[in-house]
């Protein structure tokens, strides 16, 4: 299998926190077009994991390779010109503007067009009909015009998967899309993350065993900065190893 089979790749990575091991020599690939998720017990390095791949952390060794290509000197902000964009953390909401108005300014800033106010969608009819598509998509039509600070917690879940998927990401990076979400709505989300990983390569860090194991073709599990097992949600949740990682541990 070659590299650029890869959308992702990490090889020999570590993260020292003052002599503390967070990540250390994590060999990892995400293959494009997958939906892969990275689980493990807490502490186990899944969030620093997702921080170095992401850019939002700075490795103490190893490299980071996109598409083949070395990445690990390059900044979020570089890594989202390439399509790799991280939502729940760079896809702010604003609470003051409605929700199409917070679509509206996703798609906007996706296109490269300066956002001021609201009388600019105007000038790019196509921006209001793919604000319209991506109202339809993610059942918010009704919401349209309701204050993003107005929605409950779930519904503004909602709201941000939506507005990182106005990006157009290749590559979407998603950190516990469920937490503090009720069943109804971690039901809603589980099916537009299925639905955004047509066509898109999908990581997502979850504690949720049920929703991984619906979603994820491949899973690594981690355990204490390293990795413990790798493979389809059947081959990993029967291991005994992995069962032991999480022994005691009370997972959602
Ligand atoms: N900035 C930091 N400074 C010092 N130690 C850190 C820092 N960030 C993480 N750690 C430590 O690194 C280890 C891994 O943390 P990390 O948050 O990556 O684990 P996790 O698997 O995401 O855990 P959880 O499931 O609880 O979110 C933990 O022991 C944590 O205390």
Not at 118 to 129: D, F, I, K, Q, T
Not at 168 to 190: C, F, N, Q, S
């Amino acid at each position: 299998m070659g590299t650029s089979d890869y959308a992702l790749e990490a090889k020999g990575l570590c993260r020292e926190f003052g002599g503390f091991f967070a990540v250390r020599n994590v060999d990892f690939q995400l293959m494009r077009g997958s939906i892969h998720a990275v689980i493990g017990p807490n502490g186990a390095g899944k969030t620093t994991l997702f921080n170095l791949l992401t850019k939002y952390l700075a490795p103490t060794a190893g490299a980071i390779f996109h598409d083949g290509e070395d990445v690990t000197r390059l900044g979020m902000a570089a890594m989202a010109q390439r399509g790799v964009v991280r939502s729940f953390q760079i896809s702010a909401v604003f609470s003051g503007l409605s929700v199409r108005q917070n679509l509206e300014l996703a798609l906007l800033r996706d296109a490269g067009i300066a956002w001021s106010f609201l009388g600019r969608v105007s000038n790019h009819p196509e921006v209001g009909a793919r604000a319209d598509a991506l109202l339809r998509q993610f059942g918010m039509t009704e919401d349209a015009d309701s204050l993003a600070g107005n929605l409950s917690y779930g519904r503004k879940r909602v709201l941000e998967l939506a507005t990182t998927l106005a990006l157009d990401p290749k590559v979407l990076l998603l950190d516990e899309p469920m937490a503090g979400l009720g069943r109804e709505d971690i039901g809603r989300i589980t099916t537009l993350i299925r639905e955004a990983g047509k066509g898109r390569t999908v990581l997502l860090v979850e504690h949720n065993m049920k929703v991984v194991a619906e979603l994820a073709a491949r899973i690594t599990v981690m355990m204490r900065g390293e990795i413990l097992a790798e493979g389809s949600y059947e081959e990993v949740s029967t291991r005994p190893d992995v069962m032991a990682a999480y022994t005691g541990q009370a997972h959602g």
